[in-house]
């Protein structure tokens, strides 16, 4: 079984452009996630998908992050324009359904770094 | 609002001996899903334990078991016959139950190093 794939793996950028990050899921796992790793901290959730449609966006910085999942497949994180602390890892990860009790598996996640 | 908490940045663990991860947690609920991922350079965060909270059995996972204190609020790892493998990030879980959606909430994490 193919895991969760994302890219680009690295991805340099100065402050006030534009990034984009993509993400495959695990065929047939209808939720997806999107988390923010800042260094030295444990993920943190930016917004879960179910099929096509968000389940919660609350901790999204709206003024600069999008995302979307139009056929309920792969994904799209986007940032724009970017701040210095948003260097971070990106990390995708997805289940077969969003109860508590599935777990979510994990990609390798998309280290950014702003200059 | 369920918080996560990892006491120990860094532990340090010699080949084939055992050590054990502390993790608190606070949370107001009485079913939830704790989780311990490991995190190694490579980023991927992986599964490695997980204990359902109305279960009073402590969950193994072959060289990993955990103690889990629902009183105490505490969720620890042991791990077992250590492996320089074993050398990574390891990150404390919660999650809601009850069949509802809440999303995974991390602790800081605690590096694991293994010496040979």
């Known amino acids: 079984e193919a895991g969760v794939a994302q890219s680009p793996r690295y991805k340099i950028i100065e402050k006030r452009q534009s990034v984009a990050f993509w993400c495959n899921p695990i065929s047939g796992h209808a939720t997806l996630y999107w988390y923010q790793q800042i260094l030295g901290q444990g993920p943190k959730l930016l917004i879960q998908?179910?099929?096509?449609?968000?389940?919660?966006d609350s901790q999204l910085p709206k003024d600069r992050f999008s995302a979307e999942r139009l056929k309920g497949v792969d994904s799209t994180l986007k940032i724009q324009p970017a701040k210095l602390e948003d260097s971070a890892v990106y990390l995708c990860?997805?289940?077969?359904?969003?109860?508590?009790?599935?777990?979510?598996?994990f990609g390798d996640g998309t280290r950014l770094s702003i200059l | 609002a369920q918080t996560v908490t990892q006491s120990q940045p860094e532990m340090s663990v010699q080949e084939a001996e055992t050590v054990t991860l502390s993790c608190t947690y606070d949370t107001s609920e009485s079913d939830y899903y704790l989780f311990w991922y490991k995190q190694p350079p490579s980023r991927q965060m992986i599964l490695v334990i997980r204990?359902?909270?109305?279960?009073?059995q402590n969950a193994t996972e072959n060289r990993f078991s955990v103690n889990f204190q629902k009183a105490a609020k505490s969720f620890s790892l042991k791990i077992s016959d250590s492996q320089l493998g074993d050398a990574a990030m390891y990150f404390c879980a919660y999650r809601s139950g009850g069949g509802s959606q809440g999303n995974l909430i991390f602790g800081k994490g605690t590096k694991l190093s293994v010496k040979p």
């Open positions: 990860a997805s289940s077969l359904s969003g109860i508590s009790n599935q777990p979510q598996h």
């Open positions: 998908f179910q099929n096509n449609g968000v389940v919660d």
């Open positions: 204990q359902e909270a109305y279960k009073q």
